[in-house]
């Protein structure tokens, strides 16, 4: 088995999300994989590197500031530009698993 290397273990989550990358609309996604310092979601529209987005998760009220990493296929990796703190990221998990 291949040892996990991140600084932050994934955890397989396909959960709603809501993206805004500074457009007038919300873009609604389903998160693939989320991290306490970032998150893989599901897209199909090309999105430059670097590019800043905020995320709402599920039903969440918390806005959480990102920039892109990398874009691949139907998918986009994501940076938190702040870590989630243990408590609200296990918080989180436990709410939809």
């Known amino acids: 088995m291949k040892k996990e290397r991140r600084r932050f273990p994934r955890v397989f989550m396909p959960i709603p999300v809501e993206i805004n990358e500074g457009r007038d609309s919300w873009v609604y996604s389903d998160a693939i994989n989320i991290s306490q310092g970032g998150m893989r979601v599901r897209r199909v529209e090309d999105i430059p590197a670097n590019k800043k987005a905020v995320v709402r998760i599920g039903d969440r009220a918390t806005l959480l500031k990102m920039k892109v990493c ?13 870590i989630m703190d243990e408590s609200s990221y296990t918080k989180m998990i436990e709410k939809f698993i």
Do not use: I, K
Not at 71 to 77: I, L
């Open 70 to 82: 990398w874009f691949h296929d139907t998918a986009v990796g994501y940076r938190f530009l702040e």
